[in-house]
C-alpha cells in the first residue's frame, strides 16, 4: 500500500513538472493561467484555417467613423499651385518704328452692312441667284453667276443693271451677290497699300531731317506765297477745295495746314503746301496726306505725298 502511494506521488510529480515545462502554451490543464497570452498570441500571428488545414483570409475590418487615420497613411498634402502671374507679357519690338495704324472691321465701317457709301459705285458683282431684270419693253432673267454691275444701295436693297449703260434695272438683296466678298477683298488690299504707303512717308521724313534743308528757290515771277487765314488755313485753297474740282478732299475734313515751300513745277516757280486730311473712301473716312501745288495765285493741282498721283 504504502509502495503504491509513492509511485501515484512520483506520477503526479512528473506530470505537474511536464504541465508547467513542456506542455505547449495552450494545451496546459493545471497552470491554466499561461494559456492566457498564448491564445491572445495566436489569435493575432496565427491565421484561422479550416479543419482540413487551408488558410482562412481575414476579412478586413471597417474602421470606426471619426477615427482619424494613422499618420503613415495620410496622403501627402499636394503642392499648392504656382500663383497666376498678373504682368502683361513684354511688348513686341517693331522693327519699322512706325505704329501700325488700326483699322475698323469692314462690318463696323458699313455699319452691319445696311450703309455702303455712294463711292462704292458702280462696282462689278457676280449674281448667286436668277434675277429678273425690268426694262420699259418688258423684262429679262440673268441666271446665277452672271456679272452685273451695281449701282447703289439703299433702305437695304441693292440697284443692279445688267451693264453700266443699261436701263434695265433690278432690286435684289445684298446676300443675292457677291458684293460683300468684293468690298472685303478691296478693304484687305487698301490695308497693305496703306500700310505701305504710311511706311513710305515716314521714312521720306526721317530722311528729310537727317539732311540739312533747301534753301527756298525764289520766286521768279516775283509772286508772293499763299496768305494764311486767321484759324490757320488758306483761304485760296479752301475755296478750291470747296469747288469741287477735287473729289476726294474736303475742307471740312481737313485737319492740318502745312507751311508754304518753294518749289519748282512745269519748270515754273510755284509753292507746296501740304496738308493732313481725312479721304472719304467706300470704308470710311482714312487719314491721308496730300500737297496742293499753287502759281500764279491758282491752285495747279492736288497731289498724294506718297505717290505723286493727282487726287481725284
Do not use: C
Amino acid at each position: 500500500m504504502k509502495a503504491l502511494l509513492v509511485t501515484i506521488l512520483i506520477f503526479a510529480g512528473a506530470f505537474t513538472a511536464y504541465d508547467y515545462f513542456l506542455a505547449p502554451p495552450g494545451q496546459k490543464m493545471i497552470f491554466k493561467s499561461l494559456n492566457a497570452g498564448a491564445e491572445v498570441a495566436a489569435a493575432t500571428s496565427t491565421p484561422a484555417t479550416t479543419e482540413s488545414g487551408i488558410p482562412v483570409p481575414e476579412i478586413p475590418q471597417d474602421k470606426p467613423k471619426g477615427e482619424a487615420p494613422p499618420a503613415a497613411e495620410k496622403e501627402a498634402p499636394s503642392p499648392a499651385p504656382a500663383p497666376a502671374t498678373t504682368e502683361a507679357p513684354p511688348p513686341v519690338p517693331n522693327p519699322t518704328g512706325m505704329a501700325v495704324p488700326k483699322f475698323e472691321p469692314l462690318e463696323t465701317l458699313t455699319k452691319g452692312w445696311t450703309f455702303i457709301p455712294k463711292t462704292a459705285f458702280p462696282r462689278q458683282v457676280h449674281l448667286k441667284k436668277a434675277v429678273p431684270f425690268k426694262m420699259s419693253v418688258g423684262s429679262s432673267n440673268l441666271n446665277a453667276g452672271a456679272e452685273v454691275t451695281a449701282l447703289g444701295f439703299e433702305n437695304g436693297l441693292l440697284t443692279l443693271a445688267p451693264t453700266v449703260s443699261s436701263s434695265a434695272r433690278a432690286a435684289v438683296s445684298l446676300d443675292d451677290t457677291d458684293l460683300k466678298g468684293v468690298l472685303l477683298e478691296n478693304y484687305e488690299k487698301w490695308k497693305v497699300l496703306r500700310i505701305a504707303w504710311l511706311k513710305d512717308a515716314r521714312e521720306r521724313r526721317l530722311a528729310s531731317k537727317a539732311t540739312a534743308p533747301p534753301e527756298p528757290a525764289p520766286a521768279a515771277d516775283g509772286s508772293q506765297a499763299p496768305t494764311r487765314g486767321s484759324d490757320g488755313a488758306y483761304p485760296l485753297l479752301v475755296s478750291h477745295l470747296n469747288s469741287g474740282e477735287v473729289n476726294e478732299i474736303k475742307a471740312k475734313n481737313v485737319h492740318s495746314w502745312g507751311d508754304p515751300v518753294a518749289m519748282q513745277f512745269e519748270g515754273k516757280p510755284a509753292w507746296g503746301i501740304k496738308i493732313q486730311f481725312d479721304a472719304e473712301t467706300v470704308f470710311g473716312l482714312q487719314p491721308a496726306e496730300a500737297q496742293a501745288v499753287v502759281a500764279g495765285g491758282r491752285v495747279k493741282g492736288w497731289f498724294y505725298t506718297g505717290s505723286g498721283e493727282p487726287v481725284p
